[in-house]
């Protein structure tokens, strides 16, 4: 198993400007991810963070709003970019170890004010 | 996006009682996992059923998968209080290891 921490566990933060959450693993794992959950909403993925290379984002994500960085196999940002209210969400990183089980860390959740 | 659909949106039980819980999905999956979150925090990985397995346990809990109706199903049997929380299917399909997550259902067992 992975044991994953994300950084901040929240925030409030003002509108126009931008966060980067962390997200570090105990141990090096192939696959790493961005979830939102907007509230009382289901996770969506927002991109997968490859190692060394651009992440791949899902429709309806751009690189521009939600730069992500993957610079080795154990570490991860992701950068909510020009936030507005509608940001305001739970972001959830998620590692695969390679098995099929999925590790999801504790997420960061922000309000956008 | 969202795989499928999650039913019931929400359940209120008895201590004691068994909860079931479904979801549907559209496209062909390499397997289908559930996930329990508490109170908006992070996900709990509870059981992973790959597409030729048709019923699997775990403890207390039972999920099966019909994958010619691409459906599946999770019971919780004599459930307790601490199992209230938001349950989610979620499936994988390929190699991408990418969860592609249904609505979820909100659990309360009621002591």
């Known amino acids: 198993s992975a044991v994953i921490s994300q950084k901040p566990s929240r925030d409030i933060c003002q509108r126009g400007t931008s966060l980067t959450i962390q997200c570090q693993v105990d141990?090096?794992?192939?696959?790493m991810f961005w979830y939102r959950q907007q509230p009382g909403q289901s996770l969506t993925l927002i991109a997968t963070?490859?190692?060394?290379?651009?992440?791949?984002?899902e429709s309806g994500f751009v690189i521009d709003k939600f730069p992500i960085s993957r610079p080795n196999l154990t570490f991860s940002t992701l950068t909510v970019s020009n936030m507005s209210p509608e940001d305001s969400s739970i972001y959830l990183c998620?590692?695969?170890?390679?098995?099929?089980?999925?590790?999801f860390g504790p997420g960061t959740r922000l309000t956008v004010t | 996006s969202q795989q499928g659909e999650e039913d019931p949106q929400a359940l209120s039980i008895q201590e004691g009682e068994n909860a079931t819980m479904n979801c549907s999905y559209k496209t062909s999956i390499n397997n289908l996992q559930w996930y329990r979150q508490n109170s908006g925090r992070g996900l709990v990985h509870l059981i992973l059923?790959?597409?030729?397995?048709r019923e699997k346990h775990s403890g207390r809990l039972r999920v099966t998968l019909d994958t010619s109706k691409k459906s599946s199903s999770l019971l919780i049997t004599a459930s307790r209080a601490a199992d209230t929380a938001s349950y989610f299917c979620a499936t994988v399909s390929g190699n991408t290891g990418k969860l592609i997550f249904g609505q979820g259902t909100t659990l309360q067992v009621k002591p």
């Open positions: 963070a490859n190692q060394g290379s651009e992440a791949t984002y």
């Open positions: 998620s590692v695969n170890d390679g098995s099929y089980e999925q590790y």
């Open positions: 141990s090096q794992v192939t696959m």
């Open positions: 059923i790959r597409s030729n397995e």
